[in-house]
């Protein structure tokens, strides 16, 4: 089954507007950590949270983990255009070392 | 530019070739991996090796047979596929510190079209 879900599937914003996308999952986790894919390429690692962290900053990314819901969200804060983008959340699982299990993502497409 | 490269980037194929994806990082990484990625699908995890070995096979096809001469070099060879094999192929790797926060980089992928 599934480990990561994002939510939701496609998200379209204005330039400058924030943009927060939401991971959910199903078992206990070491850490989550959240990849950004441009159309066709390969991910590209963004920000990584740890299972007893509760936020995290990185320039204009903002990362939030509530294991008590087993969620997380990642909020792109004035977002530009060249954000568009893929991004997918990944969940490092407490049994299954070296095993990222990805979720479906969320594509993100900023309008000018 | 990650430090993952992957070769060919584009692979047309019949159903009866034999082909090979080309992986190499050049991190100094000791964990590599192959990923399938279709659409409207969850990137999917292939395989998993560890300094060469391999440590997960997740339920693939035989007709899909992973090698890992070195750490810096893992291939994909294919055979017989099935035009539902047709995706977008990533590379990846990591620096494997046991489970713990390994952050993997991806290659740019190779897209495959089986015919």
């Known amino acids: 089954s599934q480990q990561g879900e994002e939510d939701p599937q496609a998200l379209s914003i204005q330039e400058g507007e924030n943009a927060t996308m939401n991971c959910s999952y199903k078992?206990?986790?070491?850490?989550l950590q959240w990849y950004r894919q441009n159309s066709g390429r390969g991910l590209v690692h963004l920000i990584l949270?740890?299972?007893?962290?509760r936020e995290k900053h990185s320039g204009r990314l903002r990362v939030t983990l509530d294991t008590s819901k087993k969620s997380s969200s990642l909020l792109i804060t004035a977002s530009r255009a060249a954000d568009t983008a893929s991004y997918f959340c990944?969940?490092?699982?407490?049994?299954?070392?070296?095993?990222?299990?990805f979720g479906q993502g969320t594509r993100l497409t900023i309008n000018p | 530019e990650t430090g993952v490269t992957q070769t060919p980037r584009h692979l047309v194929m019949g159903m009866t070739n034999k082909k090979s994806l080309k992986c190499e990082q050049h991190?100094?990484?000791?964990?590599m991996y192959w990923y399938k990625q279709s659409a409207k699908k969850p990137l999917e995890l292939m395989f998993v090796?560890?300094?060469?070995?391999?440590?997960e096979n997740n339920s693939v096809p035989s007709r899909f047979s992973p090698e890992c001469p070195n750490s810096s070099h893992l291939f994909l060879h294919l055979h017989t596929l099935q035009p539902e094999d047709s995706a977008l192929y990533l590379c990846?790797?990591?620096?494997?510190?046991?489970?713990?926060?390994?952050?993997?980089?991806f290659g740019p992928g190779t897209r495959l079209l089986v015919l």
């Open positions: 990846a790797s990591s620096q494997a510190r046991g489970g713990a926060e390994e952050t993997q980089y």
């Open positions: 078992t206990s986790i070491n850490n």
């Open positions: 949270i740890r299972s007893n962290e």
């Open positions: 990944a969940t490092d699982m407490l049994q299954g070392a070296q095993k990222l299990v």
């Open positions: 991190l100094g990484h000791n964990a």
């Open positions: 090796y560890n300094f060469k070995e391999q440590t």
